[in-house]
């Protein structure tokens, strides 16, 4: 992609994501959406809106101010650099094929979860290759810096030692899960191998309450469904001498160092502060740094594909085996 001061964004899906988590524009301590991210990006520029619920549009036309479109061909006509991808995510294949024909975009950004279809997915990616379109999943937690801090420690500790860790999660293994197991695989490395997995409940067509447990290259890991969707979702890490605990989706994060003194055994807790509050603002400053060739941490189409196949192969599991 040719370098650029200020990049035109199109913005298809006007739902939660894409605008309605945070519809005040002056307060932004809190930055959730894609339509608020990129209106504080100084290198961003929303140039449109496309929805096809007409409620939806003129809300967001209210907010933003920018021209709307129930058509996706004719919103393409202002031919965006960058499209965003916020839509169910049964119709995002669909939507990402529409946008390979069209020669001035360069990066397509698509919600998680990526696609529930493993060869369209794959088909997709080679085009994207092949056209030189980047692609990213917008699995936001591995912009948040307090991740990479994670990681750092995880890494340290577990040269010799694997970790145990826990995933307590909410709602789908697809839906809501698949953030925590692609957090899992940029902590620990790739999945090796499943152990144990049993079905819990089918919750809709393509997705379930599971547990199962599986081992990443540094760490052997359980996915627990919580029994109530209204708890909130932690992650518990065991390492030698430390618990990591990584509570609500990443708002709160908490190392537990373990010491002995005179032989009690004494906890000292320490906050790690994280940017959860403006997940989205993260993810697009990673964006940016991407776009000027400096380092960044976004999802790559590629390693969400590989976090589809591993959780597709646990599923196919879980049907072999009850
Ligand atoms: N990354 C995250 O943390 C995060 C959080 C929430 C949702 N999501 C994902 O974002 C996607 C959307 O979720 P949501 O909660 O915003 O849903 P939503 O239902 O609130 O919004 C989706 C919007 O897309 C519109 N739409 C549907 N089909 C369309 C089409 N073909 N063309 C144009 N518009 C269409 C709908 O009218 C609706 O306004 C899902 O894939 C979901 O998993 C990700």
Redesign the pocket.
Known sequence: MIKKELYSCLL???????F?YDKSLINNKKILSHAKAIFHNKNLKLVAG????IK?ISLFKKIYKVETFTN?HSALKKKPDIVIV????E??L??IKILLTKKSIKTIIC???FSFDYRGLNEILKKCKNKNINLFV???RISDPASIQIKNIVQKFTKKINGVCEVHYAKGFY?NCS?FFNLIEYWFGDFKNLESVKKIKKINFYDYKLYCKANFEKAEVRFIPLKNDNLKDFIKIRLKNKIIQYLSGGKRIYIKRIGSKKNKLVYKKIEIKNKMKI?QKNFYQELIAFLNNKKYRLCSGEQALKTLKNMNYITRKMYEKN
């Open positions: 298809v899906g006007l739902g939660n994501i894409g309605k496309v929805d096809s619920n939806n996706l916020a839509t169910p995510t119709s995002h669909k939507i919600e998680k979860p917008n699995y936001i839906n953030h997940y």
